[in-house]
Structures are given as C-alpha cells and as structure tokens.
C-alpha cells in the first residue's frame, strides 16, 4: 500500500514540471553545450537529455520504494 501512495507521491511531484518546461530547459541545456537549434546533433542531445531525465526519475522511484521496504 505504502509503495502505491509512493508512486502516487512522485507523478504528482513530476507533474509539477509540465513537459513543455522540461523540454525547454533540455532545449537550453543543448544550446549551452553549444548546439544548435534545427541540426541532427541538437536534437540527438535533445535525446539524450530527455532519456537522463528519465533514468533519473525510475532511479529515484526505487531508492524510494527500497526505503519504504526498509532496505538500504
């Protein structure tokens, strides 16, 4: 029950960023590493930041899920 309302917890945090915000800070993100806008290399760094941001997010669910379940 405990991992249910976790899991409700953290959509409800993640949609405190609407996914248009988080693209454009992906966006700046790109051109800061020196992209730009309309080539194959931004939007391959668009990807990529897009794929970390995610890799972020289902890490984060299972430190807190592991937490919940008393596990280190």
């Known amino acids: ?35 730009q806008r309309g080539t194959e290399a931004f939007s391959s760094c668009l990807m990529q930041q897009d794929s970390d941001w995610k890799r ?3 890490a984060w669910m299972l430190r807190s899920k592991m937490s919940l379940q008393g596990k280190p």
């Not at 915000?21 to 590493?33: L, V």
């Open 1 to 35: 029950m405990r991992v249910a309302i976790l899991i409700a917890i953290a959509f409800t945090l993640s949609a405190c960023v609407s996914q248009q915000e988080r693209d454009a800070g992906h966006a700046t993100r790109c051109e800061q590493f020196g992209f």
């Open 56 to 58: 972020e997010q289902e």
